[in-house]
């Protein structure tokens, strides 16, 4: 890489790796970086150090005259000010320049000529080299020739610890964005995932100035590309599985944006969870684990390299990061039309919500604000029933502006292309967890596969006396008395009783947002 493309941050090294490809990429690791391995199905085995999931209390966001009426401040973006960025950005080329040997990757985000940024990353390890190179969409020969300035930077000096006593600072982590620079600085930190985050909430903060929606939700198409559904739905409800259809294309498993033409993947490959990966269950994840595959925090054997995907003893949160094309039936170019159907997952720990029901807009805006899953017991000591949790447009910690714009948007989009929104519950009827049972998966996949095709559209519908929203009658291939969640419970009062106290976690949890959200959106609220 000539080393002029990157005097302007001051670096002198003489070994920078622009754009390697992933052979490359695997000898540096194994070279250079302890714990890295190859493991038998051909797939990078990496560390991440000490962290091994994202961490959101120490991210920051550069507060700026241009931007501070924009963002939604608050724990999910606390400010920082501009003269501490630059401490920390001096801090990350300080020590990046340190170093032997630089990884470079350039890159775009977003398959949409019209709305694709450009990305460079400069990191130190080649594991996140490797990662970014499957996360974002990678240019070919001629395209990297004339890739110019870019967009977005990332600074990955991860490695290197940020300064707890530095002004704003709570810990040795730093994830701090700005975004009139057009830059992100990572410290304290190896944990890749960061740097996929970082660009989604960029995306988050540019596209809606420009009146397109992002969104947090994978996408899939059927046999025409009128016929796209989206999926909503926070970790455990069951979004990869769901749209990871064989009878349909996948546009993408993460991260989307809708715009006046459809909608279109903002990534280059997708990052899974591998706890307990199999074959039989997850078959286009677990054959995607090949050569150019990154394999975070997984046990190996050490005589053969296989995998455990059962071994949590380095963390529960195990990962995949693995070029879309790794998918045989992934859609590329990531694109497609407008979504005929919006489907909004969620794992109902309480047993209260219905198995399906279908969502006026104004009931789309306030689940979609929502957010709503529910843990089961015993996940914490001292947790002897369902926990409600709620993250706005599902996936709070990647906003930027108020909920209630990407809801707004969403609810505008909806009507003008006449696209469906559905409620999904993938949890417990009969009883909340320990008492009744989880809806089983060919049902839901039934429920699914009836939304897809139209079937639902024309079937009569009661409506829940809490929630307010459309229950179908009947659908294929599923039993009629599972559609009633209070016909399933043996005590009909616990049910009520049950019910009130999900509709008051709902209400508790979106005062927060009264202040923004339109008397529509309000009247759209559970109610008994």
Known sequence: MPQSL????????????????????????????????????????????????????????????????????????????????????????????????????DGFAGWDPDHQIKVRIIATRAYHALFMHNMLIRPTAEQLENFGEPDFVIFNAGVFPANPYTEGMTSSTSISMNFERGEMVILGTEYAGEMKKGIFTLMNYLMPKKGVLSMHCSANEGDTPDDVAIFFGLSGTGKTTLSADPKRKLIGDDEHCWTDGGVFNIEGGCYAKTIDLSEEKEPDIYRAIRFGAVLENVVVEPSTRAVDYHDSSITQNTRTSYPIEHISNAKIPCVGGHPKNIIFLTADAFGVLPPVSRLSPEQAMYHFISGYT??????????????????????????????????????????????????????????????????????????IDAIHSGALNDIGTTVDPFFGVHVPKEVPRVKTELLTPRMTWADKEAYDKTAKKLVDLFKSNFHQYEGFASAEILAAAPNY
């Open 6 to 105: 990157l005097e302007k941050y001051g670096f002198r090294n003489k070994k920078i790796l622009r754009n390697a490809p992933p052979a490359v990429l695997y000898e540096e690791a194994v070279k250079f970086e302890a714990g890295t391995v190859i493991s038998d199905t051909g797939a990078l085995v990496a560390l991440s150090g000490e962290k091994t999931g994202r961490s959101p209390n120490d991210k920051r966001v550069v507060k700026n005259a241009d931007s501070e009426k924009d963002v939604w401040w608050g724990k999910i973006n606390v400010a920082l000010e501009e003269h501490v960025f630059m401490l920390n950005r001096q801090r990350a080329l300080d020590y990046i320049d340190l170093r032997e040997r630089v990884y470079v990757f």
């Open 374 to 447: 529910a843990k089961v017991a015993g996940t914490e000591m001292g947790v002897t029933e369902p926990q409600a949790t709620f993250s706005a447009c599902f996936g709070a910690a990647f906003l930027v502006w108020p909920p209630t714009k990407y809801a707004e948007m969403l609810a505008e989009k909806m009507r003008k292309h006449g696209a469906k929104a559905w409620l999904v519950n993938t949890g417990w009827t009969g009883g909340p967890y320990g008492v009744g049972k989880r809806i089983d998966l060919p049902s839901t996949r039934a429920i």
